[in-house]
């Protein structure tokens, strides 16, 4: 077992492009990733399944692939995936200029159905939602801008009464910070949640913290220690089904420091050609690991 993360599915999962976000489902046995063009500006959905005891070459879902997709996070009885798209509302041609949170159902086969954008006050007008993490009771948390908010990027809850979604509380001083948060991963019981931003208290970039929930109050945020935070952007965390291990996206590689001594054509270009070039990967650790370190 490794104390530090590794890049997890190399050639799969974890390519020479921009490569982030793992979403699994309930049994484990489809997994969705993300991956972006070079300046992280249009984001596709990737299915793989298990094959023979590996994973499948992922293949676009048939959802995505036209608009600007990201964030899949699946409900916890893998009957829904939540996530985020820039397609008009409208049916139309151009894409809209923020991020909505949209739901697509998933049939027991693994069918997709058609994608809807979510209605009532989760989806603020002319402000993009990030990161759409739903709990076993179906509390929709997600990351968002809108007004009213403790800084620039504020974590929300909408709570879901009767089938709807009530209008999303702040999340409050307890977890938001004059910085940026963006992404919320929640635990299925809302016993402790798991966010990415840029805060004063970080290393620069973005990073992971984790606050737990003691007598329904969100405590202070906890830097991730144990070599999960690092000088670059490190976010869209996930925790798979089981527990067991903590997925992120990391755009830490072998050019964050200069080479001790000039390097050949042959291994440059491996190094540009693969994983830690830069762009994003993905990246594992075991969750003991996670809080052990705390």
């Known amino acids: 077992m490794a104390d530090q ?17 793992v979403a699994l489902a309930p049994d484990q046995q489809t997994a969705l990733v993300c991956r972006a063009n070079a300046n992280f500006s249009f984001y596709v959905i990737f299915e793989t399944r298990r094959d023979h005891g590996g994973w499948s070459t992922p293949v676009v879902t048939p959802f995505s692939g036209r608009w600007s997709d990201a964030d899949p996070h699946f409900s916890p009885d893998g009957k829904q995936l939540f996530f985020i798209s820039n397609r008009p509302v409208d049916g139309g041609n151009r894409a809209s200029d923020n991020y909505d949170i949209w739901v697509v159902e998933r049939a027991a086969g693994g069918a997709w159905g058609e994608p809807h954008r979510l209605q009532g006050p989760v989806n603020a007008d002319s402000t993009t939602e990030w990161s759409p993490s739903p709990a076993a009771n179906g509390d929709l948390y997600f990351g968002s801008a809108r007004a009213g908010g403790k800084g620039g990027e504020d974590l929300y809850v909408a709570r879901l009464e009767n089938g709807a979604y009530s209008v999303p509380e702040n999340l409050g ?9 963006v992404e919320p991963w929640i635990a299925p019981d809302e016993s402790y949640l798991l966010f990415s931003g840029r805060r004063p208290d970080g290393l620069g970039g973005y990073d992971l913290w984790i606050s737990y929930r003691k007598n329904g109050v969100w405590q202070k945020p906890i830097h991730l220690a144990g070599g999960i935070n690092s000088i670059a952007s490190d976010f869209n965390q996930s925790v798979s089904p089981d527990g067991r ?9 072998y ?11 042959d291994s440059l270009q491996a190094r540009l050609a693969g994983p830690g070039n830069g762009l994003g990967d993905i990246y594992r650790i075991e969750m003991s690991r996670v809080l052990e370190n705390q």
């Open 245 to 253: 291990y903590l997925y992120f996206s990391s755009t830490r590689g």
């Open 173 to 181: 001083d307890s977890v938001n910070s004059t910085g940026d948060e």
């Open 5 to 21: 993360p590794q890049v997890f599915g190399r050639g799969v999962f974890s390519t020479a492009a921009w490569d982030f976000f």
């Open 255 to 265: 050019f964050n420091s200069l080479p001790l001594e000039p390097m050949a054509s």
